[in-house]
């Protein structure tokens, strides 16, 4: 962040000077390996993923709030600078490392056996393996409790049919963490993608985290060992938890975006002339920009917040809802704020706010709508379930 809006704020003293460092040294790799590239892809419509990933690995950010198994085991809080720091650069690559560390490696760790995790885990961090986390299907996103992959058991197998959609890192994993029906409930299976039956064609022509992979699952009679399901996950609860996980990671990365939409029209608004003198020296530019700081620091200090209550070991359900619609809420709005004074500059991919914009459109929809966070709110303020 810029000295200024971390000054008026004075938000580094909320962090130990561990965390901090864990931030400068993902801020760097963010601007020097990826800032100078994100737009060409962003316009091609494509990530070298495979490469970026062993890179996030050697780093140390896949999966890095998890303990053992060559993970780097930090507070919560660090975890969301790093999301933070790299969704400052675009939400497509902090969404790579969300679905890899929050719920491919997240459900493995947290629910897998011990033969799970050791296939997998280590690989995962390092980045040689990539994930990916199939819940959502094409009649059922907010509502996955109706979902219709079914799992059946043959002999000692488990036969999968079914298909998931809108499934990030999709064709380019190694493994997928797969959520099915079963006669016993909603379980999770651990599935590489290389096994007969399991395809993953890509989904494109999306306008928002063109630079990220987003895919459909097909499972046509994919057969796969007892040991495939994760054995600790019974319920929607199973899926539902891995993605808190990754929920928290969004509340602070999307702020990130915000703060480097607004650097972007501070810059801007200093430099572009208009009737005859700086943008930034016209009282409307001000309110614009005091606005928008506002709403980016709130967003830190409750992202930090959050993070506190994280590492402390007791964070609900509720509060990273809050954290979540608030934060991306507050995003593209700022992102949208922001275009407005770059004006017709702001439509084009020279510089980042535009990007931004159209990406946190996908920010507001995954890992729970805005409107599925306001009804877990509501529930928790009356009682009262308004779901159905
Ligand atoms: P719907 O559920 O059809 O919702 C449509 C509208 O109805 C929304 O506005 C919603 O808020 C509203 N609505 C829903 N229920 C209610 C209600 N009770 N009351 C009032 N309004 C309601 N999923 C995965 O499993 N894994 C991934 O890796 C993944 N990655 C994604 C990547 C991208 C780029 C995108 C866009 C999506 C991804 N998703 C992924 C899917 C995402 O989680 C779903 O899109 C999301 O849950 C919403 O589901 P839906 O799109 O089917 O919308």
Redesign the pocket.
């Known amino acids: 962040m810029s000295q200024s809006l971390t000054q008026l704020f004075d938000l580094d003293s909320l962090l130990t000077p561990e965390e901090i460092e864990i931030r400068s040294t993902v801020r760097k790799f963010a601007a020097e390996r990826i800032r100078p590239h994100i737009a060409e892809w962003f316009e091609e419509g494509r990530l070298p993923a495979r490469e970026l990933a062993v890179e996030l690995g050697s780093l140390g950010v896949l999966g890095m709030h998890l303990d053992g198994y060559d993970c780097a085991g930090t507070s919560a809080t660090a975890y969301g600078l790093a999301c933070l720091e790299l969704e400052a650069v675009d939400s497509g690559i902090r969404s790579l490392v969300s679905?890899q560390g929050s719920?491919a490696m997240f459900s493995i760790h947290h629910w897998g056996s011990e033969e799970q995790k050791q296939q997998w885990l280590p690989s995962m961090a390092a980045g040689r393996a990539i994930g990916?986390?199939?819940?959502?299907e094409p009649d059922h996103?907010?509502?996955p409790a109706g979902m219709r992959t079914r799992a059946v058991r043959d002999g000692g197998d488990w036969v999968l049919n079914g298909t998931?959609m809108?499934?990030?890192n999709g064709s380019i994993a190694d493994v997928a963490v797969v959520w099915a029906q079963t006669e016993e409930g909603i379980r999770g299976f651990v599935v590489p993608t290389g096994t007969p039956g399991f395809s993953a064609p890509e989904i494109r022509a999306?306008m928002?985290?063109r630079a990220?992979v987003?895919s459909e699952l097909v499972l046509e009679d994919v057969r796969l060992p007892a040991a495939a399901m994760l054995p600790l996950a019974q319920g929607l609860r199973g899926p539902l938890t891995s993605l808190g996980e990754a929920r928290f990671g969004i509340v602070f990365g999307a702020i990130g975006a915000a703060r480097d939409c607004l650097e972007t029209a501070i810059d801007y608004a200093q430099t572009r002339q208009v009737f005859g003198k700086p943008l930034a020296g016209y009282q409307l530019t001000q309110a614009k920009l005091a606005d928008m700081a506002l709403e980016v620091g709130k967003g830190h200090l409750l992202a930090y917040h959050l993070g506190r209550i994280k590492d402390r070991g007791d964070i609900t359900p509720e509060q990273v809802s809050t954290g979540k619609l608030n934060n991306v809420r507050e995003a593209i709005a700022i992102a949208r704020e922001c275009r407005t004074i770059l004006a017709a500059n702001g439509i084009t991919l020279e510089y980042p706010v535009i990007r931004h914009a159209n990406n946190l459109e996908?920010v507001l929809?995954?890992?729970?709508?805005?409107?599925?966070h306001q009804?877990t709110i509501g529930k928790a303020l009356t009682g009262s379930a308004a779901?159905?």
Request: aromatic share 12%; glycine share 10%; proline share 0%.
């Open positions: 679905v719920l990916c986390f199939g819940l959502t996103g907010s509502d998931k809108w499934i990030t999306k928002s985290l990220s987003t996908s929809t995954y890992e729970g709508t805005s409107e599925v009804l779901f159905r």
